[in-house]
């Protein structure tokens, strides 16, 4: 678990299909994970952390998104 990088926000923000597989991020007040390709409604950076895989953000207590369906 890490705060997001400049790097990462924009991938996000852009939502950049070709860092899927590198990161994920969570959102801290909704407690789900995404891809960063996922079309759902960037979060506030503040609110973003990134994880390096499935296991990670799980075992941090984030659950998947159901609209992009991280695996």
Known sequence: ????????????????????????????????YCKPSCKSRNPLRENAISFSNTNEAESAGFRACLRCKPA
Do not use: H, N, P, R
């Open 1 to 32: 678990m890490a705060e997001i990088s400049d790097k990462y926000w924009q991938a996000i923000c852009e939502s950049d299909a070709g860092f899927d597989g590198i990161f994920l991020y969570g959102v801290k007040t909704t407690g789900v």
